[in-house]
């Protein structure tokens, strides 16, 4: 099962990346996702591997999907940006639009702590962590309608800063951000 798994690697790494995991965890991520899937092959072999030796690719993205939201709970998902670009330098060709991006999320971060703690904090409890509104509205007693206009409020903010940085960003201007 592994080597047919494994012919596909490279897939599979390219699927945890477009996840949303950090180029520099994907490897470890579709690693891990291997030693589970070898831990209870005999009970998902035959959802994993169709007759005819085919992977089930839902089965893999799923898979890789509930081990990369695992993995990204357990640890902190803010990774410092030097640590960052210190470890993708080798293996990573565009380090400038990497460093635009951290400018971006540290603009944002800026701006939203700028709005005092209750927003800042509703702001980086939502946009920040996998919670909903309405699980923020369960846990805090705050009513789901001014959760949204809120956040509805925040992303105006958000987009009245750094809109035009965004811009650039996409269209591949880093320097003047």
């Known amino acids: 099962m592994l080597e047919i798994l494994a012919s596909r690697h490279s897939e599979w790494v390219s699927l945890a990346i477009s996840l949303g995991c950090p180029h520099h965890l994907a490897e470890d991520v579709v690693q891990e996702v291997y ?4 831990k209870y092959s005999e009970s998902v072999y035959h ?18 999907r509930n081990t990369l939201r695992t993995i990204l709970k357990g640890e902190n998902v803010f990774v410092p940006v030097d640590e960052f670009i210190f470890e993708e330098a080798d293996n990573e060709p565009d380090i400038e639009k990497e460093e635009a991006f ?9 701006e939203a702590n700028s709005w005092g703690a209750y927003h800042s904090k509703l702001f980086n409890l939502y946009f920040m962590t ?8 369960d846990g805090t007693d705050i009513g789901l309608t001014h959760i949204y206009n809120n956040l509805k409020s925040y992303r105006q903010a958000i987009v009245k800063a750094i809109g035009e940085d965004y811009e650039d960003y996409l269209n591949g201007d880093y320097e003047q951000i």
Do not use: A, C
């Open 47 to 64: 959802k994993l591997i169709y007759p005819d030796n085919e992977v089930n690719t839902f089965y893999m993205f799923v898979t890789i």
């Open 130 to 137: 996998d919670h909903s509104m309405r699980n923020i509205s």
């Open 35 to 38: 030693l589970r899937l070898h």
């Open 102 to 110: 951290s400018r971006i999320m540290t603009k944002i971060q800026n």
